[in-house]
């Protein structure tokens, strides 16, 4: 029995696998904007999902400090959950922060030494990203109304300032082993009064890791301070990597990061689903990204060819049936509602569906319409 069961979820899951072993990696793109907010030029290091160049789907976008340095494995994680169908793609967008200028970028001013000329530091670094590379990316790529923000160490610092400071720019934050330290916890204080009044929303993961004091008792007065003022509008959590240091943490963190914003993304594994099950999914999914998604057409095979073994009858051919609608120029959405109907022997049913298929299937060739023909035969 659990051989059959397996054997039903490489079904579901074949095609997925199939293209992941064939499939194009992320398309690293290196490119340079020149900034009027920051009087100076900046690089971006940009990946694309695989799939980008040769789909016209669009794609919610991940904006990363430190680009150069965590923008590979970020990709790489983010490929790799997509393709297991953990998280949508997403184009990863890397934002450079040199050592020469990475304090200055990513820590916020000290409150009394506020410019009332402009915004400086952190603030500053912000309005440019808001500014000029959120709406460079829009311009240059094909991108969902959907986007996070990520940063590690003094990147944390500025996430989570971004996340104070403009409510809604983000749809969601990770901040990994934030230096919340800095200006004698001025970010903490920032914070108090924007969860108070309930302004944050969205998701926000954060996390530290085996680190000194200086580190860790700001982070947990962070901590603290979230779970004072639980919000609706906020989703929080918080994770501790005991077994990594402050310079090895960004790979768990990230990972985890990305699992709890899309944590109610993944399709449970172990038991077969509907059609109502796939719908409700998907009209999930379609909300956070706030854009309509499909069930895929191989996927309602797959999970129709499973309610099919189970002999569950009307689930199966519903869910043909609607793929059969949806995708009317597919073959394998015709066939495999054909050979549903043989299996639970509804001959003439078949054989509607097949002059079905035959009648909106106009590009056949004579070897693929000998072969629907045979099904009946």
């Known amino acids: 029995m659990k051989k059959i069961v397996y054997g039903l979820l490489l079904l579901i899951l074949g095609s997925h696998c199939n293209s992941w072993a064939a499939a194009h990696l992320p398309v690293l793109q290196e490119l340079k904007i020149d900034s009027t907010v920051l009087g100076e030029k900046r690089n971006l290091v940009l990946y694309l999902p695989a799939g980008y160049q040769n789909s016209q789907d669009r794609y919610p976008v991940l904006y990363l400090t430190d680009g150069d340095v965590q923008g590979p494995h970020t990709a790489g994680t983010i490929d790799y959950l997509a393709k297991f169908e953990q998280m949508p793609p997403m184009i990863v967008v890397g934002i450079v922060n040199p050592p020469e200028t990475r304090t200055r970028d990513l820590t916020l001013t000290p409150s009394d030494k506020q ?12 309005a440019f990203v808001e500014n000029e590379v959120i709406p460079f990316v829009k311009k240059q790529y094909r991108t969902l109304d959907y986007q996070v923000l990520s940063g590690t160490s003094h990147g944390g610092q500025f996430a989570i300032n971004a996340l104070v400071k403009r409510p809604g720019l983000f749809h969601a934050v990770i901040a990994i082993s934030p230096s919340l330290y800095w200006n004698n916890q ?20 954060v996390s530290i890791a085996n680190e000194e004091s200086t580190m860790t008792e700001p982070y947990q007065r962070f901590v603290d301070l979230l779970a004072r003022y639980p919000s609706d509008k906020l989703v929080v959590a918080s994770q501790t990597f005991n077994n990594e240091t402050h310079n090895t943490t960004v790979l768990q963190g990230q990972y985890a990061g990305l699992k709890h914003i899309f944590s109610e993304w993944a399709i ?20 956070l990204l706030k ?31 609607w793929n059969r609608a949806n995708y009317p120029h597919s073959l394998n959405a015709h066939t495999a509602l054909i050979k549903a109907y043989l299996h639970f022997k509804m001959a003439e049913d078949a054989k509607a569906a097949l002059t ?10 004579p070897e693929q319409k000998a072969q629907l023909e045979a099904l009946v035969a």
């Open 356 to 365: 079905d298929a035959l009648q909106t299937l106009n590009e056949l060739s």
């Open 268 to 287: 449970a594994e172990g038991e077969p689903k509907t059609l109502a099950d796939l719908q409700a999914k998907f009209a999930s999914r379609s909300k």
């Open 291 to 321: 854009t309509e998604l499909m069930i895929p057409q191989d996927k309602a095979n797959g999970y129709a060819g499973w309610l099919q073994y189970l002999n569950r009858q009307d689930d199966a051919l519903a869910l043909l049936k």
């Open 186 to 205: 001025q970010l903490s204080g920032l914070a108090e009064p924007a969860l108070k009044s309930e302004q944050l929303q969205g998701h926000l993961f």
């Open 115 to 126: 410019n009332p000329a402009g915004p400086e530091n952190a603030d500053r670094f912000l």
